[in-house]
């Protein structure tokens, strides 16, 4: 699949989903990573390129069938995370204080104890 194969298969509301069913399982790095990129995805100032970039990485995170079964303990999420933190790599300068401060917000319903260090290693300690 290329690319754009994976952005068809992202929408809110397929993303939201994704999100609610495997939070717990997926683990916080897993979410963080996915709430960055949602995030972004929705600040004006992102470029068009960037979410391409972003709707791909979450595309995939929302395909229903991906390198890695999701349902596999331990190891479901491993290609995920992968893809995601890409998608981040590459689009960095997009991310802002604000989107972080959004995504660990929202990772605190689902999470009550969480290891900022190890969030902040995920996207570079960008701040």
Known sequence: MSENDYTTYYTD???RKK???VAKVAGAK???AALLL???MKDPR???KAKVTIMAALGYFILPA???PDLLPIMGFTDDLGVLLFAISQI???LTPETMQKAREKLHIWFTEIDESKLEKLH???N
């Open 13 to 15: 509301e397929s993303f």
């Open 19 to 21: 999100v609610q069913r």
């Open 30 to 32: 897993v979410v963080y």
């Open 38 to 40: 949602f995030y972004m």
């Open 46 to 48: 992102v470029s068009i």
């Open 66 to 68: 991906d390198a890695i």
């Open 92 to 94: 960095r300068g997009h």
């Open 124 to 126: 570079g300690g960008t």
